[in-house]
Structure formats: structure tokens, C-alpha cells
């Protein structure tokens, strides 16, 4: 695919966005440079059911490939209420309302920066 590839902010935004659009509920967008190697930036987010957090994940996959990310790596699935879409730069995690309270991934990262914080 020749064009212009967005930087990974500009992807990051791409991924809150569609999950937006699929109605994903509290979407944090967190700027993890400062505070670790693994990736810039996390994009977390929680679908209602399996069907949504599905949806969400198939589609926010769909969108960044459109814009020239590459899937690194998909993990879990929607009946254990969690995926995470790995593209490098960026890291998706889906969640199901139950599973991030149980993780609270945002406290585990809470150094890094919010960008973006959609309720």
C-alpha cells in the first residue's frame, strides 16, 4: 500500500475514534513514552456485551489497516472480556465493564499521560 502512513498519534486517535463510533464506553487514550518502551500509546475501552467488544475490535483492526498499521499480534477474545490488538506503536485493550474493574489497567499506568478521555 503506497501513501502516507499516520504516526502513531494520529492512528492512536484513529482507534478512539471507531471505538467511539461503536459505541465503546469510557475510551482513554494514555501517552505510555515517558514511561515505558513497550509502545506509545494505549488506547483502553469497554464494549457491553461480547457481540460489541467483538465488534469493536474487528473494526477499530479494520480501520488502522486501512491507514497502513500492521496487526502485530490479537489476544483473548470477547467471552473472556478482554482483547488486546497489538500494532507496535500503539496497543489496544477491549474490555467488558467486569474485567477492567478487575484489572484497572489505568492504575497499573497512571504515570502516563491522558491524551484523550471519552465517558
Not at 3 to 17: C, E, I, S, T
Not at 72 to 79: F, I, K, N, V
Not at 99 to 117: F, G, H, N
Request: glycine share 6%; hydrophobic share 40%.
Amino acid at each position: 500500500m503506497e501513501g502516507v502512513l499516520l504516526d502513531p498519534a494520529q492512528l492512536a486517535r484513529v482507534a478512539v475514534n471507531t471505538a467511539s463510533d461503536k459505541k465503546a464506553s469510557d475510551v482513554l487514550l494514555l501517552d505510555i513514552r515517558d514511561v515505558t518502551t513497550i509502545a506509545d500509546y494505549f488506547v483502553i475501552c469497554s464494549g457491553n456485551n461480547p457481540r460489541q467488544i467483538q465488534t469493536i475490535a474487528d473494526t477499530v483492526d479494520e480501520e488502522l489497516s486501512k491507514q497502513g498499521a500492521l496487526l502485530l499480534h490479537r489476544e483473548g477474545d470477547a467471552e473472556t472480556g478482554w482483547i488486546l490488538l497489538d500494532f507496535g506503536d500503539i496497543i489496544v485493550h477491549i474490555f467488558s465493564q467486569k474485567e477492567r474493574e478487575y484489572y484497572r489497567i489505568e492504575r497499573l499506568w497512571s504515570d502516563a499521560k491522558t491524551v484523550v478521555y471519552l465517558q
